[in-house]
T-cell receptor
Framework: QKEVEQNSGPLSVPEGAIASLNCTYSDRGSQSFFWYRQYSGKSPELIMFIYSNGDKEDGRFTAQLNKASQYVSLLIRDSQPSDSATYLCAVIYNAGGTSYGKLTFGQGTILTVHP | KAGVTQTPRYLIKTRGQQVTLSCSPISGHRSVSWYQQTPGQGLQFLFEYFSETQRNKGNFPGRFSGRQFSNSRSEMNVSTLELGDSALYLC?????????????FGPGTRLTVT
């Protein structure tokens, strides 16, 4: 059973702080990793994807991937109240082959940024 | 560029009925995946279609089926609805470019079974 585990929340940070979200996965064959943000009552929105070890930065977001340790994290710098949402980590084990189109999701971490 | 569209957005059905949901992917995307999201189980993969062929399937009963048309639009059908089928059904379209793989979700169809 391929699993994706996220740090249990909810996570609460003050405005302007760095929010750190973590995710571990069980299958070393995992290829690509995604972070989605989901506001209450809305669908998931893709905010970052990463497939190489190391860091990937996009604006206030930084994704960090460590395949040897099988974890991927998301850092949100200068957190804003508008960042309050559920953050979903997802993994695709093989974009082709037997895992066509199938992302495996963690349960999500609820982030609250308070003024 | 228009995003993924899904219709209808909301649906109320009674047990035993069947339902068909529709999805139009992002222009140029040929892969469409379907997911079910519930508070208890989270996001679970249903199936994926590419060029009118189902390439991958999740662990759902045969009451859940789908198809894809030549224009990449996809439909999902649930027959003999059960109360537990109440969920947000999400369609996602994907593209692969070299090592890059991206999957974008539509707004979802919220199905309530009474």
């Amino acid at each position: 059973q391929k699993e994706v585990e996220q740090n249990s929340g909810p996570l609460s940070v003050p405005e302007g702080a760095i929010a750190s979200l973590n995710c571990t996965y069980s299958d070393r064959g995992s290829q690509s990793f995604f972070w989605y943000r989901q506001y209450s009552g809305k669908s998931p929105e893709l905010i970052m994807f990463i497939y190489s070890n190391g860091d990937k930065e996009d604006g206030r977001f930084t994704a960090q991937l460590n395949k040897a340790s099988q974890y991927v994290s998301l850092l949100i710098r200068d957190s804003q109240p508008s960042d309050s949402a559920t953050y979903l980590c997802a993994v695709i084990y093989n974009a082709g082959g037997t895992s066509y189109g199938k992302l495996t999701f963690g349960q999500g971490t609820i982030l609250t940024v308070h003024p | 560029k228009a995003g993924v569209t899904q219709t209808p957005r909301y649906l109320i059905k009674t047990r035993g009925q069947q339902v068909t949901l529709s999805c139009s992917p992002i222009s140029g995307h040929r892969s469409v995946s379907w997911y079910q999201q519930t508070p208890g189980q989270g996001l679970q993969f249903l199936f994926e279609y590419f060029s009118e062929t189902q390439r991958n399937k999740g662990n759902f009963p045969g009451r859940f089926s789908g198809r894809q048309f030549s224009n990449s639009r996809s439909e999902m059908n649930v027959s003999t609805l059960e109360l537990g089928d109440s969920a947000l059904y999400l369609c996602a379209s994907s593209r692969e470019r070299g090592d890059s793989y991206e999957q974008y979700f539509g707004p979802g169809t919220r199905l309530t079974v009474t």
